[in-house]
């Protein structure tokens, strides 16, 4: 008795220690998540303001805001072009980052983005199929968008349940693979049935992606939907941790699974519409993002999607910059996208793995 008395505080002690240090460890950890948190906040801001003034003007430079004051040609520039393009070019990266991690998560398929499943070719074929049979309305072009978007989805999960060949994951790739060739036939039959002076140049648009035309009225009209979509996915990101578990697991953590499911996919969809309507096919910013972003902070969606939203705009800021200025005539933003994404992708699976942890 004596023995066990006399062992009893040491075990106390050493338990009360590991807790301690697990205590200080996730401080830290916490720290540095806030600490990363606020500085790429901080260059967000910092890059929107340096792309207002470096640009053409009338030879590639920076304006300064004096000029700009006193330059009333400098001040409509910035004002009416750089601006609504730079706010559209921010929200394309974070839609998209969003909506990547959102479907990674969902399906459990780290290689998932908006132009796997089927979402990115539907919104396309939906706004060339408007401008050929309809009209170039902005409204019904991103009416037509989002129907088709949805309907890739869902297309692309009821073929994936019907597969009766390999995993959920591969059946889920194959599926998206499918429905997105699909979609590129139809966009294809609809090149060759559009108006080559006038119509086709207008869908070639969409799959190339550039935001040239980007005015305030093409901006405004997608800032609610979009607001609405990250709005949902920002506030119930908590949430997607308990949908990356089994259904059995989820609902026993009191999780809707399918009311939750269905919400998130809604959210990252109708915002990837909107953003397709006007930006066209930006690839590889939904794939790139997130490995880059569980990289730095792990798989927690708590941390991983206000970090993506930040480093998704960023990184479809700097393309896009990239596209106005290397050369006197613009280059297509999802060339840009795709050569640097791909690129940065080959970088990240071909460096020394990290284990990542929750």
Not at 179 to 195: H, N
Not at 232 to 250: E, F, H
Request: proline share 4%.
């Amino acid at each position: 008795m004596k023995q066990e008395a006399a062992g009893l505080p040491a075990a106390v002690n050493v338990h009360s220690g590991s807790s301690a240090a697990a205590v200080q460890t996730w401080q830290q950890q916490f720290v540095r998540r806030q600490q990363l948190l606020i500085f790429l906040g901080a260059g967000l801001l910092g890059l929107i303001v340096l792309s207002l003034l470096f640009g053409r003007y009338p030879d590639l430079g920076l304006l300064t805001p004096q000029r700009i004051l006193q330059d009333k040609m400098a001040w409509r520039l910035v004002l009416y072009l750089r601006f609504p393009r730079i706010l559209t070019a921010v929200l394309s990266g974070m839609t998209l980052a969003a909506a990547g991690l959102t479907f990674q998560t969902i399906f459990a398929n780290p290689l998932v983005e908006p132009g796997f499943l089927g979402v990115s070719q539907g919104a396309a074929f939906g706004a060339a199929c408007c401008i050929v049979f309809f009209n170039s309305s902005l409204w019904l072009v991103q009416g037509m968008a989002m129907v088709f978007a949805f309907a890739g989805l869902g297309m692309t999960y009821l073929l994936a349940r019907r597969i009766r060949y390999g995993g959920w994951v591969l059946r889920l790739v194959l599926a998206g693979i499918a429905v997105s060739a699909m979609f590129s036939a139809g966009l294809g039959i609809l090149k060759y049935l559009a108006d080559p002076l006038r119509q086709l140049p207008e869908i070639t648009f969409w799959l190339l992606g550039g935001l040239a035309g980007v005015t305030w009225p093409r901006a405004l009209s997608i800032l609610p939907l979009i607001c609405l979509g990250l709005s949902i996915l920002l506030a119930l990101r908590w949430r997607l941790n308990l949908l990356s578990l089994s259904d059995q697991v989820a609902f026993s953590l009191g999780s809707d699974v399918q009311r939750e499911r269905l919400l998130l996919l809604a959210a990252a969809v109708v915002s990837t519409a909107a953003i397709i309507s006007v930006a066209g096919m930006v690839g590889w910013v939904g794939l790139i993002v997130p490995h880059i972003v569980r990289r730095l902070s792990g798989a927690d969606t708590r941390h991983a999607m206000p970090l993506s939203l930040l480093i998704g705009g960023m990184f479809t800021l700097i393309c896009d910059n990239l596209a106005r200025t290397l050369f006197a005539g613009e280059i297509p933003l999802g060339i840009l996208t795709s050569l640097i994404g791909a690129a940065s992708f080959l970088i990240l699976m071909t460096r020394q793995t990290h284990r990542v942890q929750r």
